[in-house]
T-cell receptor
Framework: AQKITQTQPGMFVQEKEAVTLDCTYD???????LFWYKQPSSGEMIFLIY??????QNATEGRYSLNFQKARKSANLVISASQLGDSAMYFC?????????????FGKGTTLSVSS | EPEVTQTPSHQVTQMGQEVILRCVPI?????FYWYRQILGQKVEFLVS????????KSEIFDDQFSVERPDGSNFTLKIRSTKLEDSAMYFC??????????????FGPGTRLTVL
């Protein structure tokens, strides 16, 4: 079974609109972390946001927020007020366990296209 | 802002040759990682390194691969006898041991390896 599932291969949004990128995860660990990374066409991986399994509040970083629904095992990324520069591939990832240094498990990614 | 650096940005090699990919992690980080991304596919974990030894490795990381921290700043991935299927983008990442920000793994810009 996939540990991280991103069901949307591609998403299209107009500039200034909000968009939600879906991510579901599968783990039996009680302690885990969820991450979102952005990969523009230039190829680098840019860290966006982190949510710990014990965090009671949804994480927010500027225009990015993570809609964490623990019972449903979902960790959707919400981008508010989309910009042209948001066009990129977005990866959801999970670290199982609490130990620093544990590998990240990535989903297959969602390509976001923002148009003017 | 501190960042992970990688050299070279692009490496072309002949099948069967050895390559060494180099990384300089963020200076106060203690955990180092290598991931790879075959073109158009998801990011896959190879190995993590802590306290001068391998902390965790995936099934991809077989005897063909080795890692080393030859000095206080560099972290290298060696691929012996490269195969066509080793062609991929290789990312180095690092993370802190604890405290604020210890959860995030910061990625370098990647080295694109092409095996001919």
């Amino acid at each position: 079974a996939q540990k991280i599932t991103q069901t949307q291969p591609g998403m299209f949004v107009q500039e200034k609109e909000a968009v939600t990128l879906d991510c579901t995860y599968d783990t039996s660990d009680q302690s885990y972390g969820l991450f979102w990374y952005k990969q523009p066409s230039s190829g680098e991986m840019i860290f966006l946001i982190y949510q710990g399994s014990y965090d009671e509040q949804n994480a927010t970083e500027g225009r990015y927020s993570l809609n964490f629904q623990k019972a449903r095992k979902s960790a959707n990324l919400v981008i508010s007020a989309s910009q042209l520069g948001d066009s990129a591939m977005y990866f959801c990832a999970m670290r199982e366990g609490a130990r620093a240094g544990t590998a990240l498990i990535f989903g297959k990614g969602t390509t976001l296209s923002v148009s003017s | 802002e501190p960042e992970v650096t990688q050299t070279p940005s692009h490496q072309v090699t002949q099948m069967g040759q050895e390559v060494i990919l180099r990384c300089v992690p963020i200076s106060n980080h203690l955990y180092f990682y290598w991931y790879r991304q075959i073109l158009g596919q998801k990011v896959e974990f190879l190995v993590s390194f802590y306290n001068n030894e391998i902390s965790e490795k995936s099934e991809i990381f077989d005897d063909q691969f080795s890692v080393e921290r030859p000095d206080g700043s560099n972290f290298t991935l060696k691929i012996r006898s490269t195969k066509l299927e080793d062609s991929a983008m290789y990312f180095c990442a690092s993370s802190a041991a604890g405290g604020p920000g210890h959860n995030e793994q910061f990625f370098g810009p990647g080295t694109r390896l092409t095996v001919l």
